[in-house]
């Protein structure tokens, strides 16, 4: 099978494991893992943040982010189709008791006209207006990525409000490649970045959140709460930091595969990119009636040997990643055009 469900089907590259392997470890409870300490110093110091969290996942990192932030009562202004409302089962408010207060973006992207008149009055009747969340790159908008220009000016507006900014960076690395900008300026604009290891870049496990020293070491408190605390688990951070060394650059080739996938959708009547230009390694796709439904059509795919993703009625996703290759994408895109 072709898997192109989703970027964190990818298994650990030989030289990951041999780095797994081989890695010093320690008990990161009491902060003596030393292969957590360095993967958490080395990233941080990549974004030009003071410090850094492991933790296991991505919706950890956000969920984490979200509490130290913001106490219950609170909002965060947030684009509709971000993952931390859309894809976290409620977090925000069932671990912190925050409202997501949802604006819709186009293709998962806000500006500071979205965000202009949003922040509640200071009224005993209204939730208190204090974070801004932004995704880049953004999933459910088909892999978009911001400028750094606008993320600039989102950051200053809600500086100007009195409002934090937080940065649900799962891939932020495909950003990067993307754009040419580097880390630091990526993280600059925000107060907190959260980043994952697992899916672009390829490791078994793995998230970090970054920020100032005082907010990392709260949100250590509330990794603890949310039951994130682990062990001996700088293999896994060996796995992050092999990847951080070695699988940054090579996302261009995903980005690239990503390109060929998208020429085949768009070569079938009766299927519509959405959006419309795809810009990293997310394809996103509808379906129209003639082909049945997005379920149907992921059947047809696998009985040709291609996974993809049917994430509604009539929408697919296909996504490229380290565990395929150019030759099995370009498969992948000729089983495609057979559904024309």
Not at 178 to 187: D, S
Not at 216 to 221: P, Y
Request: proline share 4%; glycine share 10%; hydrophobic share 45%.
């Amino acid at each position: 099978m072709i898997d192109l469900r989703s970027d964190t089907v990818t298994k650990p590259t030989p030289g990951m494991l041999a780095a797994m392997s081989a890695a010093a470890v320690g008990d990161d409870v009491y902060g003596e893992d030393p292969t957590v300490n360095d993967l958490e110093r080395h990233t941080a110091a990549l974004f030009g943040k003071e410090a850094g969290l492991f933790v296991p996942t991505g919706t950890m990192a956000n969920q984490i982010a979200v509490r130290v932030h913001c106490r219950p009562q609170d909002e965060i202004l947030i684009e509709a189709t971000s993952h931390i409302c859309l894809w976290e089962a409620g977090g925000p408010a069932a671990l912190s008791g925050v409202t997501c207060h949802t604006i819709d973006g186009r293709h998962g992207l806000l500006s500071v006209a979205d965000l202009d008149g949003k922040v509640r009055p200071d009224d005993m009747h209204s939730v208190r207006t204090r974070l801004v969340a932004l995704e880049n790159t953004h999933n459910r908008g088909g892999g978009t990525t911001y400028s750094l220009g606008a993320v600039n000016e989102v950051s200053r507006w809600a500086r100007a409000n009195g409002l934090a900014v937080h940065l649900d960076g799962a891939r932020i690395w495909n950003a990067i490649v993307k754009t040419g900008v580097a880390a630091e300026a990526w993280g600059k604009p925000f107060d907190t970045v959260a980043v994952c290891f697992s899916k672009g870049l390829g490791t078994p496990a793995g998230s970090m959140l970054l920020g100032p020293r005082d907010l990392i070491a709260h949100g250590r408190r509330v990794r603890k709460l949310f039951g994130g605390a682990m062990r001996q688990v700088g293999y896994l951070a060996a796995a992050c930091r092999y990847a951080l060394d070695h699988h940054i650059e090579r996302l261009a080739d995903d980005h690239a595969n990503a390109q060929r996938i998208a020429k085949a959708v768009a070569e079938v009547p009766g299927f519509t990119l959405a959006p419309p230009e795809v810009e990293t390694n997310l394809v996103w796709f509808e379906v129209d009636a003639r082909h049945g439904t997005a379920k149907q059509v992921s059947e047809r795919l696998k009985a040709e040997g291609i996974l993809v993703a049917p994430l509604g009625t009539r929408v697919i996703r296909a996504v490229t990643h380290l565990g395929v290759t150019r030759a099995e994408c370009e498969r992948a895109a000729v089983a495609i055009r057979r559904l024309a």
